[in-house]
Structure formats: C-alpha cells, structure tokens
C-alpha cells in the first residue's frame, strides 16, 4: 500500500502577531502527519517571525521571509518552496480542525478527475469565540463540473480547499495582478479542466475581525467585475449566455445591498439593481431587493 501523499501547507502572513502561534499550532495537530507548514512571512513588522520561532524546532515547518509584496506575492511563494504533491491553505490568522486532512485526501485516491476537495467552514471572532453560522444564507455547494455555479459566485471556503499539485503545474499559480479575489479566479481557471469534491463537514475555522482586506467590499467588487471580464475573455465559450447573465445580475444586486447596508448611497444601489433586471428581467433576488431598498432608502427599515 502506498504511502499518504505529502501535503504542502502554505501560510502567508503579514503582521499576525496575535494569531499565528495558534493558526501554526492547528496546522501541526493534524491527524494526518504527512505535511510540510511554509510560514511566508511578507514583511511583518510586529513580532511575528519571534511567534514563528519556537515551532521552527518541528522539520516539518519552514519559514521564509520576504520584503511585503501583498497576499498574493506570499502564496506564490510559498508555492514556490513546496514539495507536496497536495497544497492546502491556512491564512495566519485562521484555524485548522483536526481532521481536516484525514477527511479530505483520501478522495483524491478514487476520484481521479477530482483537482479540488473542499467543504463547509466554522467561524470564530476576534478573540477565538465561536460563531454560529447561518446556514439558511450558506450558498450551494455542488461537486463536479462547477464552472458555471463558481462564475455565479464563489462558494469555496478558502482556507478549506485541498488541491492537486499538478493543477498548479498546469494551469499556473495565483495571478499576482490582483490583490483581491485571488483564490476565486484561481478555482474559476482549475475548475474548466477538473472536477470539485464537496465534503459536507467543517474542516476550518475562519475568523471574523475588523481588520481583514475582506471587509472592503468595494476592491473586493472592483477585483470582482475584472476578474468575471478577463475570464470571460480567455474562455469565452465557458458559459452559456443565460449562466453568464445571471452571475452579473447577482454581483449587481449583491453589490447593490452592500452599498445600501454600508454607505446608505441608496440611489447608486438602485441604479446596481436596475441593472441586475436588465441582464436578467426574472431575476427573484433583484426584484426582492428593490422594495428592501426603497425601505431603506424612506427610512422605514434597515437592510
């Protein structure tokens, strides 16, 4: 019987001071002893590189510092220095499982079209304490062919994903022209030439804090559209129109509730959902909104 495949673990971290001793620590605690941890420490200016240390006496952690180059600029040189023949992903500040790995790489064994495996995430905040997650506001997550639900939006909890070595030999790293949506535009490329797993378990722990780049919904938007543009451009027969319709309309509309929620610029929202209704006239979400919207808008209730 062969032995279990090397997991390459890649932590990217930027001042993560008061969570990467934790985030390290879960990564090492797995069940599934057959990994490598690269610690790519981009610039940090807090101490962190002194959290690292102590776990530097495991060979299977490796650190690797570089002048800040951006979250991008970090994964991809951690992929760089891997040697597995699996990459998972751990942001400094999140949390493994302890079974993560020993519920997601024995799939790959039997399901030889499969390049990634992923599955739910729990979440914690600031300080560690648990979340509840709302399950009912959870996107579909399909296995398979995903191409066209993944353009609609993307329901891959990062640091779940486990994914083949060779999808990155083939199809490239992440692409360093962005910033934000890194990971989407990476799943949108891998999933055109393989299949996704969904395991139905919580296999990491995400952290909510007010600091995080996700916060910002509008470069996350901004990176959005271009992201959608240029995949739509190299593939441009990836999609069927009415797939590609309906993904700009739930971006429009889902960008439109969040200028609503988060800057009141109500009559900006409103011109996002009309044209969320011009690209697709029966769209249920951008219809539901607009009342929400005008409510809002009169002061009547909040979104």
Avoid at 24 to 36: A, G, H, K, P, T
Avoid at 114 to 119: Q, W
Avoid at 249 to 275: C, E, F, I, K, N
Wanted: charged residues 25%.
């Amino acid at each position: 019987m062969s032995s279990p495949g090397l997991v390459s673990v890649i932590m990217a971290a930027y001042n993560a001071r008061p969570y990467i001793a934790q985030a390290i620590r879960s990564v090492l605690s797995q069940q599934y002893r057959n990994l490598e941890l690269l610690v790519v420490d981009d610039g940090s200016t807090d101490g962190t590189p002194e959290e690292v240390a102590p776990f530097l006496r495991d060979p299977r952690v490796h650190y690797h510092y570089q002048p800040n180059g951006g979250q991008t600029a970090a994964k991809n040189a951690g992929l760089r220095h891997s040697r597995g023949e699996f990459i998972a992903f751990c942001d400094a500040d999140d949390m493994w499982l302890p079974h993560k790995l020993v519920a997601q790489i024995p799939p790959f064994a039997y399901r030889p079209r499969v390049g990634v495996v992923y599955s739910r995430t729990a979440l914690m905040d600031e300080s560690g304490r648990h979340l509840p997650v709302d399950l009912t506001d959870e996107p579909p997550r399909p296995s398979g062919r995903v191409t066209a639900a993944l353009f609609r939006v993307n329901f891959v909890p990062f640091g779940t994903a486990v994914a083949r070595r060779r999808c990155f030999d083939e199809l490239g790293p992440f692409d360093e022209r962005y910033r934000m949506g890194i990971d989407w535009e990476l799943w949108l490329r891998f999933s055109r030439h393989y299949d996704f797993l969904f395991i139905d378990d919580e296999t990491a722990v995400y952290r909510v804090w007010p600091g995080q780049m996700s916060k910002n919904w509008t470069g996350r938007y901004e990176h959005a559209f271009r992201i959608m543009n240029e995949f739509l451009a190299r593939y441009p027969d990836a999609l069927p129109p009415h797939a590609v319709a309906e993904a700009w309309a739930h971006s429009y509309t889902q960008r439109a509730r969040l200028r609503a929620a988060t800057s009141q610029d109500y009559r900006a929202a409103l011109a996002d959902v009309g044209r969320a209704l011009r690209l697709q006239p029966t769209s249920l979400f951008a219809w539901k909104s607009v009342p929400a919207l005008v409510l809002a808008a009169a002061g009547v209730r909040r979104l």
